[in-house]
């Protein structure tokens, strides 16, 4: 079964500050790969999906961006981070369109 | 219309209890349908698929009713360890994007 790595865990940073979030996926190749956010109380936000390497669909206009550099590596990144940006971004897996997806344990994001 | 709706929740239920949730979704071209729990903080994990005929698995119900676009979770001989929140995840067809989450019920199960 497929294993999703996601960190940091945690951190806190100032407006204006690069953000980079990594994930990695094991167990699995060729996978869907997306990232999602979930502001407080409310329900899970398309960031980013990728199909293959070098491959990002963007669902959100905003300050984010994603990359794809290896097969099972996924980054969700920022040169400039907004208030706005808080929340716990999920990466996540899944196997064609038909399959289930699978999350990473989540990044909590504060920015001050 | 969202595309997927759920019911409002909180559900606030004893030890023992039966809970329903419902679920509706507005694409009629959906191909699957999930359960997921999700703790406090924590990401959301796969409780179960639901298929056409309908599934159990152990306490749990899932049922899908295509003509009416909603799916339903029955939860019997509730834990305090059920408490969480449950969202309704419906697959659409063709493209990888098309995985939609309702925004969850809140489930607290009472001593």
């Known amino acids: 079964s497929q294993t999703i790595h996601q960190w940091p865990a945690t951190l806190v940073q100032p407006v204006g500050s690069p953000l980079s979030l990594e994930c990695t996926v094991e167990g699995t190749s060729n996978p869907n790969l997306y990232w999602y956010r979930q502001a407080a109380g409310r329900g899970l936000q398309l960031l980013f999906y990728?199909?293959?390497?070098?491959?990002i669909s963007s669902e959100v206009p905003q300050n984010l961006s994603a990359s794809r550099p290896q097969d099972r590596q996924f980054i969700l990144s920022s040169k400039k981070l907004l208030l706005s940006d808080s929340g716990f971004y999920l990466c996540?897996?899944?196997?064609?369109?038909?399959?289930?997806?699978?999350f990473g344990e989540g990044s909590w994001l504060t920015v001050v | 219309r969202k595309e997927v709706e759920q019911d409002p929740g909180p559900f606030n239920v004893p030890e023992g209890a039966t809970v329903a949730f419902n679920c509706t979704y507005s694409n009629s071209a959906s191909q699957s349908f999930f359960w997921y729990r999700q703790d406090c903080r924590k990401e959301p994990k796969l409780l179960m698929s639901?298929?056409?005929s309908g599934n159990e698995d152990g306490r749990f119900t899932a049922q899908l009713n295509r003509a009416s676009q909603y799916i339903s979770l029955l939860i019997r001989d509730s834990k305090l360890s059920d408490s969480a929140t449950y969202l309704c995840v419906v697959n659409g067809a063709g493209s990888a994007r098309q995985l939609t989450f309702g925004s969850g019920t809140q489930l607290t199960v009472l001593p």
């Open positions: 990728s199909v293959g390497i070098g491959q």
């Open positions: 996540a897996s899944r196997l064609g369109s038909g399959n289930t997806i699978y």
């Open positions: 639901v298929y056409s």
